[in-house]
Nanobody, 118 residues
Framework: QVRLVESGGGLVQAGGSLRLSCVASGSLFSIVAAGWYRQVPGKEREWVAGITSGGRTTYRDSVKGRFNMTRDNAKNTVHLQMNSLKPEDTGVYYC????????????WGQGTQVTVSS
């Protein structure tokens, strides 16, 4: 079992920045990869960024060059630095991890709200 707790969301004006954090606890040895998703009411949850155990990062096209995902192994934490925020980045952001090689994201946090005003 892995427990994930996100923090760092809030209200920011367009063009501003926020840094999300996700702290993991529990069976940390089983974590293969971590990622961030977001969801707005009425829409499906969408993948935003991911990082592998080897440190390779990937991003959805709409956030490339603006978002940066990092990890701090010593603190069992991943971060999502979000710059040049746009109103369309608004949503509940969820941290998730993969515990089985080749498997889906199977542990999720409770989410943190990000609101970008125009």
């Amino acid at each position: 079992q892995v427990r994930l707790v996100e923090s760092g969301g809030g209200l920011v004006q367009a063009g501003g920045s926020l840094r999300l954090s996700c702290v993991a606890s529990g069976s940390l040895f089983s974590i293969v990869a971590a990622g961030w998703y977001r969801q707005v009411p009425g829409k499906e949850r969408e993948w935003v960024a991911g990082i592998t155990s080897g440190g390779r990062t990937t991003y959805r096209d709409s956030v490339k060059g603006r978002f940066n995902m990092t990890r701090d192994n010593a603190k069992n934490t991943v971060h999502l630095q979000m710059n040049s925020l746009k109103p369309e980045d608004t949503g509940v952001y969820y941290c998730a991890v993969v515990s089985t090689i080749g498997g889906p994201y199977d542990y999720w946090g409770q989410g943190t709200q990000v609101t970008v005003s125009s």
